[in-house]
């Protein structure tokens, strides 16, 4: 059974940075590309960031590139998503799953909340 465990998330202030982790468990991690979702309150679910299978390719959403960092460590079954300069509307609860095709069921995902 697929399992998808996030962690990390917390309360930090606008400017600030926070690294979120995602263990996934139950399939052959190191052969899927992964990436982050995010869903803020009243909002739909929207793709933030993906990565290739071994990690040599990256995308981002515009609203967090250049701020956002995908990485993963298929030694450890583990993606990271470092998240510097963050911005009140960052404020969601983060998930991670395969790409491109997401599978059920989805982890509990990771508060992060920005304010000061």
């Known amino acids: 059974q697929v399992q998808l465990v996030e962690s990390g998330g917390g309360l930090v202030q606008p400017g600030g940075s926070l690294r979120v982790s995602c263990a996934a468990s139950?399939?052959?991690?190191?052969?899927?590309?992964m990436s982050w979702y995010r869903q803020a309150p009243g909002k739909e679910r929207e793709l933030v960031a993906t990565?290739?299978?071994?990690?040599?390719?990256?995308n981002y959403a515009d609203s967090v590139k250049g701020r956002f960092t995908i990485a993963r460590d298929n030694a450890k079954n583990t993606v990271y998503l470092q998240m510097n300069s963050l911005k009140p509307e960052d404020t969601a609860v983060y998930y991670c799953?395969?790409?491109?095709?997401?599978?059920?069921?989805w982890g509990q995902g990771t508060q992060v909340t920005v304010s000061s």
């Open positions: 139950g399939f052959t991690f190191s052969i899927y590309a």
């Open positions: 990565i290739t299978f071994n990690g040599g390719s990256t």
């Open positions: 799953n395969k790409y491109p095709r997401p599978v059920n069921p």
